[in-house]
């Protein structure tokens, strides 16, 4: 946790150090707030618009930051319901390593033998991931990355696939060494019910599929009914770009990363169906069982360093990223951001009778570059599922119903029969 990211000319040098209480303040690390008159999602929205970075845009500190957020009157010492949240930079965020430090957490603040735990830390100075990467394809990836590039450029210029309609606001009043000037984001949560959380989990095994399958399905069908497209047909769900991340550490044993490297390291990559489904013919668990694939491949596919690569040549070299960015309409890299949802759900044993959480959350916040709209879909206190989205809409009530329906449609799926149609559970959730 005692970490900060310091930037030079393109080198990024993630730093551990000791803990002086006189050089930085235990409020940089955790707070504690009652929520007065704003809400706690207000609370949240606020602080993740704030800007990470200080000493002109060198140093980004802290990567990781605790919050409790209180009712109104209440306090830790009546045993009130509070909302539990870590603030994670966009630099340390990969979908998975936060919830994995909120649950460690949480075990160890509940553990009777807390203060007897002694870790040794670890001080060593990590430069920027893509250079402790080998270059895949040896000598053909400067040729294989120019035709990638090509590609790319040339699918943004059509961009027939569907939009997500944004107007981005800009953060006034603060300088930034970069390009783009940050992007206002804008938050929604809700949560659905452990019983809900039950079934869902009941049908995947009985399919035998991960529960990440039918929640990805679910949500390519919301983009069907929200968002349109030139080329979009009712009677056909069209394949739709989705970026996850990807935990580089995990991916790249034969690097020069190892366990004992300070930090989180995280790429990308795309899963997209290869061909568009019929909305009449084809089972929902089929597209569910499709999705799983799929993203199961892309998590185990080679292109991965390739992609890191790529994209550092991009944006290391200011003139490659002037042309690049001119197809991204105001630094908006991609449409959609899908974290590694529902795979890592814990048993939160730390809440049985120990701790009264009211919410459990992980925030990614500020960040140069923004995606459309980044999804998280976790599972926290008694087994419910709770679902976040940080988006960039122009309308924040088309956000909300497009949350409202996407959470429809999963909820549709747990209730529904095993053979139900993709054209049916649409039409299920239009009619609720």
């Known amino acids: 946790m005692r970490t900060r990211l310091h930037i030079e000319v393109y080198q990024h040098l993630l730093q551990s150090f000791d803990y002086d209480e006189k050089q930085f303040n235990a409020n940089l690390f955790y707070s504690i707030v009652n929520t007065n ?24 500190f802290p990567l990781f930051h605790f919050m409790l957020i209180l009712d109104d009157n209440s306090s830790l010492l009546n045993d009130n319901l509070f909302h539990l949240l870590l603030f994670s930079n966009h630099c340390v965020s990969d979908g998975r ?14 553990s009777s033998d807390l203060f007897n735990k002694i870790e040794l830390l670890n001080t060593q100075v ?4 893509t250079h402790l990467i080998p270059r895949p394809y040896g000598p053909v990836f400067l040729l294989k990355s120019w035709i990638g590039k090509q590609i790319y450029q040339h699918e943004l210029r059509k961009l027939n696939h569907p939009r997500i309609p944004v107007k981005a606001i800009r953060l006034n009043g603060e300088s930034t060494p970069f390009r783009f000037q940050p992007i206002k984001n804008n938050f929604l949560f809700t949560s659905s019910s452990s019983t809900l959380y039950s079934r869902l989990h009941d049908k995947c095994r009985s399919q035998q599929i991960t529960l990440h399958g039918p929640l990805v ?3 390519l069908l919301a983009f069907h009914h929200y968002f349109s497209s030139e080329k979009k047909s009712n009677r056909f769900l069209t394949p739709f770009v989705v970026g996850l991340a990807v935990d580089m550490r995990s991916r790249l044993p034969q690097s020069q990363l190892t366990p004992q490297t300070v ?9 997209k169906l290869k061909k568009q489904l019929p909305l009449l013919s084809t089972p929902f668990w089929t597209l569910a069982k499709k999705c799983m694939r799929a993203t199961n491949k892309a998590l185990a596919s080679g292109d991965i360093p390739f992609i890191t690569h790529f994209f550092n040549n991009i944006i ?11 197809f991204c309409p105001d630094g908006l890299t991609s449409e959609l951001f899908l974290s590694n949802m529902g795979k890592y759900p814990f048993s939160c044993d730390y809440n049985q009778g120990q701790l009264r959480l009211r919410g459990l959350h992980l925030i990614n916040n500020c960040s140069v570059y923004y995606s459309t709209a980044v999804f998280f879909v976790t ?21 909300l119903e497009f949350l409202d329906y996407y959470v429809r449609l999963v909820e549709a799926c747990a209730n529904a029969d095993i053979g139900i149609t993709l054209d ?4 299920t959730v239009k009619s609720a």
């Open 37 to 60: 008159d704003q809400s706690w999602q207000k609370i949240v929205e606020n602080e993740c618009n704030r800007n990470p970075y200080s000493d002109n845009g060198k140093t980004i």
């Open 97 to 110: 390593s936060g919830y994995i430090l909120l649950n460690d957490f949480l075990t160890l603040v509940t």
């Open 126 to 129: 990590v430069p920027c991931i």
């Open 217 to 219: 399905g679910c949500l």
């Open 263 to 271: 930090g989180c390291y995280v790429s990308y990559c795309d899963v």
């Open 316 to 326: 290391s070299s200011e003139r490659k990223f002037d042309q690049f960015s001119q």
């Open 379 to 399: 599972c926290a206190g008694d087994g419910q599922l709770d679902f976040s989205l940080a988006h960039v809409m122009e309308s924040e009530e088309k956000a």
């Open 424 to 427: 049916q559970l649409l039409t």
